[in-house]
Every structure is written in C-alpha cells, then in structure tokens.
C-alpha cells in the first residue's frame, strides 16, 4: 500500500488543521492506521491511531485536541488538529499496518508503510 500525507502548514497557536491521509490499494480498510510527528532533533513519536474496527489510540499530549477518524469510502484517514501549540510543530507521518489488533499500537516498528510526511509549523 502506498500512503500519502497531506494537508500540512502554517497555523496560528490555537488554530486548528486538518491533516489526510490517503492510501492506495483495495484493502486498505483492513489497515490499522497511524499518525507519527518528528520535530527537529527529537525521536519520533506516536500521535494517533485507529484500527480497522474503529478501535482508537490517542497519545496524551494531543487527547481532547486531536481526533484521528478513517473515512474508507475514500481510503483515507484524517488528523483533525485543534488548540494547536508552538510543541505540535513538526513533520507529521501517516503509516500503515495490515496486522490485525484489537487496539492500535502506539511503536513505530509495528508499521510497515509510511507515508512522506507534511510539515505542520504552529507559531506562537
């Protein structure tokens, strides 16, 4: 499967952004997928995921502000982001797995597919 991240740019603190993710392939409703943000000279690290059951994982530092929904109609998966902060900038990466969880899990390792990546920059 091929992923394709888009959406990204500049925003005011406190504004909001919506991100995509749009995949090819016709089984992509049976992909967990994932949303990583890297900001520069820092790891990786877990955003949001949901399952192909729905199930969702949402770290806690975006919990309340960000909502991952998978739209399957259109093989896509969205990152709505609102009350963003200066600390949500960074390169934001969509990825994909088609190993089947119960709940969607937060390593990196654990997806096989990534997409390219869209910069979001909060200024303050």
């Known amino acids: 499967v091929q992923l394709q991240a888009s959406g990204g740019g500049l925003v005011q603190a406190g504004g909001s952004r919506r991100l995509s993710c749009s995949a090819s392939?016709?089984?992509?409703?049976?992909?967990?997928v994932a949303w990583f943000r890297q900001a520069p000279g820092k790891e990786r690290e877990f955003v949001a995921a949901?399952?192909?059951?729905?199930?969702?994982n949402t770290a806690d530092s975006v919990k309340g502000r960000f909502t991952i929904s998978r739209h399957n109609a259109e093989n896509t998966v969205s990152l709505q982001m609102s009350m963003l902060k200066p600390e949500d900038t960074a390169v934001y990466y969509c990825?994909?797995?088609?190993?089947?969880?119960?709940?969607?899990?937060?390593?990196?390792?654990?997806?096989?597919?990534w997409g390219q990546g869209t910069q979001v920059t909060v200024s303050s």
């Open positions: 990825a994909a797995t088609g190993c089947g969880v119960s709940r969607p899990v937060r390593s990196p390792t654990f997806y096989n597919y």
């Open positions: 949901i399952s192909s059951g729905g199930a969702i």
């Open positions: 392939g016709q089984f992509f409703i049976h992909y967990t």
